[in-house]
Nanobody, 116 residues
Framework: QVQVVESGGGLVQAGGSLRLSCAAS????????MGWYRQAPGKQRELVAH???????NYADSVKGRFTISRDNAKNTVYLQMNSLKPEDTGVYYC??????????WGQGTQVTVSS
C-alpha cells in the first residue's frame, strides 16, 4: 500500500524559513517525479515545485529564488526549503509522488502559515 506523508509545516513570521519533508513508502518501484502543491483558502491547488528522479526541477514563478526542492532517491523523500516566506505563501502544502506504472499519490497536506 503506497503512502505519502508530509511533515514540517507550521507558523512563521514573514521573512522566515521552513523546511518541508515528504516520504513515500509501500513500493520498491522508483518514483518518477515528486513535488509540492499548495492550496490557499478559497483558491485552487497550484504547483509549487517538481523534481524528477534525474534531478530536473520546475518552480512556480512566485517562489523562484526563495524555495528550493531537493530529493533523496534512496529514501524516496523530497524536501522543500522555503526561505523569505511571505504571507501569500500561506496554505496547505501537499506532496505528490508519481510513478510511471502506479500513477500519482498525494499526501494528506501540512499547514504553512506566514504571519505579517
Amino acid at each position: 500500500q503506497v503512502q505519502v506523508v508530509e511533515s514540517g509545516g507550521g507558523l512563521v513570521q514573514a521573512g522566515g524559513s521552513l523546511r518541508l519533508s515528504c516520504a513515500a513508502s509501500g513500493t520498491i518501484i522508483s518514483i518518477n517525479r515528486m513535488g509540492w502543491y499548495r492550496q490557499a483558502p478559497g483558491k485552487q491547488r497550484e504547483l509549487v515545485a517538481h523534481i524528477t528522479s534525474g534531478g530536473s526541477t520546475n518552480y512556480a514563478d512566485s517562489v523562484k529564488g526563495r524555495f528550493t526542492i531537493s530529493r533523496d532517491n534512496a529514501k524516496n523523500t523530497v524536501y522543500l526549503q522555503m526561505n523569505s516566506l511571505k504571507p501569500e505563501d500561506t496554505g496547505v502544502y501537499y506532496c505528490e509522488a508519481t510513478w510511471v506504472l502506479l500513477g500519482t499519490f498525494w499526501g494528506q497536506g501540512t499547514q504553512v502559515t506566514v504571519s505579517s
